[in-house]
């Protein structure tokens, strides 16, 4: 039940008599929902981040790859120029 529903079925002497309690939580009411909106919209973030991660950490993988294709094929090995003299 939220504040304004029970804050409904008051009579408008425990209204008038409970405005500041009323007040309050009706505020913090509104801080919550705040917070919550907050939260929801950090998981997003962060499940963004997890995503953007992924695809950082595979872009470094076929780099890495590639590199190693790269070595393989241009640089010589250690032995190379033992035969050279």
């Known amino acids: 039940m939220s504040i304004a529903n029970f804050i409904n079925q008051m009579s408008q002497e ?8 009323i007040a309050e939580c009706v505020q913090r009411e509104y801080e ?4 919550e909106q907050t939260t929801k919209d950090s998981l997003k973030s962060f499940e963004n ?21 790269y070595y393989a094929k241009n640089i010589p090995d250690e032995n190379y120029y033992q035969y050279l003299n």
């Open 14 to 21: 425990e209204q008038a008599f409970h405005k500041d309690l």
């Open 49 to 69: 981040l997890g995503n953007q991660l992924e695809s950082l950490f595979a872009a470094l993988n076929i780099l890495n790859v590639n590199l190693e294709l």
């Open 32 to 35: 919550l929902k705040a917070i």
